[in-house]
């Protein structure tokens, strides 16, 4: 069955460190994985997808097709990169993304 | 941007009385989705569609309904409020196999 996991409900790092917020699917082929962000009380919005290889705020994240991660990365957290963040998969056969329950980022002054 | 618009943005309504969210893109995208934001759930999908006329259910789809009788327009009718639907709905569209372009959600209240 395809599948997202992120297995952290919350994150709490401090202003400055690095961060990592995990992403593992279950997927049978090729996959297409994205994340998004979701600012406080706003529209989710699309932070980068795996095909593009962009770095998007100094995010990047590396599809691991040995480990099925997708984790999102970045070296030195800002207090504005607090937000809920969920990885998507595109594994609907009408297009549809299969999300992650999310990962809420704390980033403390 | 304003390429896909939710309405109304927020609403209470009562248990037992139906209520339809609209989905307004203005992006000619031919996908678009219905979900629901629970927390400790994420986004589920209700429903969705490939084309006018053309939806198809999604992994919580009982007590829900949609109809899309232009591109533009998506609309998610509940025919009959219960609690466990009030929730911050997402709609969302989408062109090829880009991203999807969300609307800023909808918080239904069902008392």
């Not at chain 1, 599948?3 to 994150?11: A, M």
């Not at chain 2, 309504?13 to 209520?19: A, D, I, K, L, M």
């Amino acid at each position: 069955a395809q599948r997202v996991t992120q297995p952290e409900k919350l994150l709490s790092v401090f202003k400055g460190a690095p961060v990592e917020l995990k992403c593992n699917y279950s997927y049978s082929g090729s996959p297409e994985l994205f994340w998004y962000v979701q600012y406080s009380r706003q529209r989710l919005q699309l932070l980068l997808r795996h095909i593009s290889r962009e770095s998007i705020k100094g995010f990047t994240a590396d599809l691991n097709k040995g480990e099925t991660s997708f984790h999102l990365k970045k070296p030195f957290a800002q207090e504005e990169d607090s937000a809920m963040y969920y990885c998507a998969l595109d594994g609907g056969s009408q297009g549809n993304l299969i999300f992650g329950k999310g990962t809420k980022l704390s980033v403390k002054p | 941007d304003a390429g896909i618009t939710q309405s109304p943005r927020h609403k209470v309504t009562e248990t037992g009385t139906p209520v339809t969210l609209r989905c307004h893109q203005t992006e000619n995208h031919r996908y678009m989705y219905w979900y629901r934001q629970d927390p400790g759930h994420g986004l589920r999908l209700i429903h969705y569609s490939y084309g006018v006329k053309d939806t198809d259910k999604g992994e919580v789809s009982d007590g829900y309904s949609v109809s899309r009788s232009k591109t533009e327009d998506f609309l998610l009718t509940l025919e009959s409020a219960t609690s466990s639907q009030t929730s911050v709905y997402f709609c969302a569209s989408r062109f090829g196999r880009d991203g999807y372009t969300f609307g800023s959600g909808t918080r239904l209240t069902v008392v």
